[in-house]
C-alpha cells in the first residue's frame, strides 16, 4: 500500500538523536574583568548616560478625544508616560461609555497602570449588562499576582465610592473571578470582607462558591458554607439544592441525597433532570446499576424525562465494568427516545468492544457515526489503532491513518506512542523510528511511555550512545525517567556487556529517589555474573535485601549459576540453603546450574550431594 504522505515514515539515522546542547552561558556567565589592573595607563571615564526623555504632558480631556476617536496605537505609544491620576480622571470621564473604558485599560502600558486604577476600570465595566468584561479584567489582575485579595478588595470598595454606585456586584464579581480561578482560599477571605461590611453575596455567588468547594473536595468548607447560608437567612435554590446533593454523593450518601430530594419536593421545589442526574451518576460510580435504574424509574414518575446525560452516564459505567452487552441495550433506548448520542458515548461503546476483541462491532459504530454526522474524535482512532496494532492487522492501521488525515483529525501524543509501540512489538523498527522522527517534526512532545520503547530498542541494537542521549536530554529538560525506563537501559547495558555503566546507572536512581525493583537488581546481577564481578552480585543481593526488596527465583539462579563457575559449590550451597529458607523452592534450573557448576570445578562432594 503507497504510504501516506502525512504520517509517512521516515528512514531513522542517528541525526534524529542529537547531543544534549548546553548552553555553557547559563552555567558559566562571563567574566567580568577589569582592565585597568592590567594597562600602565588610566582607561577614560565612561560617558555620562544621556538624560530621560521629558514626560510629554496630556490632559484628560485630551485623552478622552484620543479614546474617543480609538487612536489606540497614539494611546500606546504614549502610555508609559501616563500618571495613574491621569488614568483615573479618563476613566472618570468615560463612566458613561464602559467598552471605551474598557478599551483603554486595555492598551495601556501595564507598568502603568496601579491596582487602584484597575478596579476603576472594573467597576466601569460593572455597569454593563454582561458580566463578562468586569470578570476578564479581573482575571487578568488576580493573574498578574500583583496584587492581594486585600488589596483588589479594598481598591474596589475605593472605586465603587469615587464611581458613587451603591450595588455591590464588583464584590460578587471577584470572589466570581476566585470561583473561576479555583483559589478556594482567596474565595473565603473575600466573602468573609464582605461580611465585615455588611454586605453579602447573592444567591449566584452563594452558589458559585458552594460548586467551586465541591469541585476541589474541600467538602468541610462547603458544609460551612451551606451552614452560613442558613445563619444568614439566605433563600436556597434548585442550584443550590443541587449542589448539596452532589456533594452528599460526592461523600457517598447516596441514601441521605434521595431523602433531601423528598424533602426539597415536600417544599414545593420542582427537581430537574440535573437533580436525578446527579443521584445516578452516584450510583454509576459505585457500579451500583439497579440502583441507577430505579432512580430513573422514580423520574420518569415524575414526568421528568431522562437526557442524553442520564444515559451517557450509565452508557459509560457500564463499559467500564465490562457490561458491554447491557450498555448497548441502554444505548438503544436511547435511540429510542429519540435522543442522538454524542462522540463520547460512541467511544465509550467503541472502547468497551475493543476491549472484548469485538472489532467488527466496534467499527460499525464508526460507521453509525459517520452517517449520522458525528465525526469520529482522536480518541475514537486511538482505540482502533491500539487495537489493530495487537491483532496485528498492520495494513489497516496505515487505513486508518489515512481517514483521519481525510477526516481533519489529527494525529496526539497518544497515537503516536500506540504506532511507535505497535510497530515495535511487530518488529517494524524502522517504521516505528520513523513515527517518532515525524512526531518530533510536528513538534508533538514525547512522553516516558513514548521514551521507554525507544530506549528499550536502541538497547537491544547496540545503540546505547543514543540511548543515553535520550536519557540526558530528559534530565536537562527536568524530567525524571521512571522504573520502567531505567529498567531498559540496564537490560541494554549488561546486555552489551556495559556493567560500570549499569551500576553508575544504580547511583543515578538513587539520587533521583527512583526506587528500584526486584528486575532491576535481577538484570544487573546477571550481568554482574557474566562479567565475572560475582562479589559484586553478592553485594547487589544484600543491597536488595537491605532495602526490603525479596530476591525472586530469577536472582538466585543466576546467582548460584554464577558463583559455581567462578568461586564452587560452597558458597553456592550457601545460596542453595538461603533460598530454601526465604520460602522459594528451587526449581530444574536452579539443580541444573549446580550441577554444571559444581562438575565444572570438580566439586564431586557436593554434587553428590545435591544428587
Not at 459505585?286 to 442524553?308: C, H, L, Q, W
Request: charge should be positive; charged fraction near 20%; glycine fraction near 6%.
Amino acid at each position: 500500500m503507497k504510504r501516506h504522505k502525512i504520517l509517512s515514515p521516515y528512514k531513522f539515522s542517528r541525526r534524529y538523536f542529537p547531543p544534549i546542547q548546553v548552553d555553557h552561558r547559563r552555567y558559566f556567565p562571563p567574566i567580568q574583568v577589569d582592565h585597568r589592573r592590567f594597562s600602565s595607563t588610566t582607561a577614560p571615564p565612561p560617558p555620562p548616560p544621556p538624560p530621560p526623555p521629558p514626560r510629554i504632558s496630556v490632559s484628560p480631556e485630551t485623552l478622552v478625544s484620543t479614546v474617543e476617536s480609538s487612536s489606540w496605537h497614539l494611546i500606546k505609544h504614549l502610555s508609559p508616560n501616563f500618571t495613574p491620576a491621569l488614568i483615573s480622571s479618563t476613566l472618570l470621564h468615560l463612566r458613561r461609555s464602559p467598552l471605551l473604558a474598557i478599551s483603554f485599560i486595555e492598551n495601556i502600558d501595564r507598568n502603568s497602570i496601579t491596582t487602584e486604577c484597575y478596579c476603576l476600570a472594573v467597576a466601569i465595566a460593572a455597569l454593563l449588562p454582561s458580566p463578562k468584561h468586569a470578570l476578564k479584567l479581573l482575571k487578568v489582575l488576580i493573574s498578574s499576582r500583583a496584587s492581594t485579595h486585600q488589596d483588589i478588595f479594598h481598591g474596589l470598595v475605593s472605586a465603587r465610592e469615587r464611581l458613587c454606585v451603591s450595588s455591590s456586584i464588583v464584590f460578587d464579581l471577584l470572589v466570581r473571578s476566585y470561583c473561576e480561578l479555583k483559589n478556594g482560599n482567596e474565595v473565603t477571605e473575600c466573602f468573609c470582607l464582605m461580611k465585615r461590611m455588611g454586605i453579602l453575596p447573592k444567591i449566584d455567588t452563594f452558589n458559585c462558591m458552594l460548586s467551586t468547594f465541591v469541585r476541589l473536595n474541600k467538602m468541610d468548607k462547603a458544609w460551612c458554607l451551606y451552614g452560613e447560608m442558613f445563619k444568614l437567612g439566605i433563600s436556597s435554590n434548585i442550584f443550590t439544592l443541587n449542589t448539596t446533593i452532589n456533594l452528599l454523593i460526592k461523600e457517598g450518601k447516596l441514601k441521605k441525597a434521595e431523602e433531601v430530594v423528598r424533602y426539597i419536593q415536600s417544599l414545593g421545589f420542582n427537581t430537574n433532570v440535573v437533580t436525578y442526574n446527579t443521584i445516578i451518576h452516584g450510583y454509576c460510580m459505585r457500579r451500583d446499576f439497579e440502583g441507577a435504574n430505579r432512580v430513573i424509574e422514580t423520574m420518569i414518575s415524575k414526568y421528568i424525562e431522562p437526557d442524553a446525560y442520564t444515559f451517557g452516564s450509565l452508557i459509560n459505567c457500564m463499559c467500564k465494568d465490562g457490561k458491554i452487552e447491557e450498555a448497548s441495550e441502554f444505548f438503544k433506548k436511547m435511540e429510542e427516545s429519540g435522543l442522538v448520542p454524542t462522540a463520547v458515548v460512541y467511544n465509550n461503546l467503541i472502547d468497551g468492544f475493543c476491549n472484548k476483541g469485538e472489532l467488527e462491532k466496534a467499527f460499525s459504530y464508526i460507521d453509525q457515526m459517520e452517517r449520522r454526522g458525528i465525526l469520529p474524535t482522536v480518541s475514537t482512532y486511538n482505540m482502533l489503532i491500539h487495537m489493530l496494532l495487537l491483532k496485528g492487522r498492520i495494513i489497516e492501521v496505515d487505513g486508518m491513518i489515512k481517514q483521519m488525515v481525510a477526516n481533519k483529525v489529527f494525529p496526539d501524543v497518544i497515537t503516536y506512542n500506540t504506532l511507535i509501540n505497535g510497530y515495535f512489538r511487530a518488529g517494524m523498527v524502522d517504521k516505528a523510528f520513523g513515527f517518532y522522527n515525524e512526531m518530533l517534526s510536528k513538534g508533538i512532545e514525547p512522553t516516558q511511555s513514548t521514551y521507554t520503547p525507544v530506549i528499550h530498542v536502541l538497547a537491544i541494537m547496540k545503540r546505547m550512545k543514543e540511548a543515553e542521549n535520550i536519557l540526558g536530554n530528559l534530565l536537562a529538560e527536568g524530567i525524571k525517567p521512571d522504573l520502567i525506563m531505567f529498567n531498559a537501559l540496564f537490560d541494554g547495558y549488561c546486555a552489551n556487556g556495559h556493567i560500570e555503566s549499569a551500576l553508575s546507572l544504580l547511583k543515578e536512581m538513587e539520587k533521583l529517589k527512583v526506587d528500584p525493583n526486584e528486575t532491576t537488581y535481577s538484570t544487573v546481577i546477571k550481568g554482574c555474573c557474566k562479567a565475572g564481578k560475582v562479589e559484586e552480585a553478592h553485594r547487589l543481593l544484600h543491597a536488595m535485601n537491605g532495602r526490603g526488596i525479596k530476591p525472586g527465583l530469577i536472582s538466585y539462579n543466576t546467582l548460584i549459576q554464577g558463583t559455581c563457575k567462578l568461586e564452587g559449590g560452597y558458597y553456592a550451597e550457601r545460596l542453595l540453603k538461603e533460598m530454601v529458607i526465604n520460602g522459594i523452592s528451587p526449581d530444574d534450573s536452579t539443580y541444573l546450574s549446580l550441577i554444571k557448576g559444581l562438575a565444572s570445578n570438580g566439586d564431586e562432594k557436593v554434587r553428590d550431594e545435591i544428587n
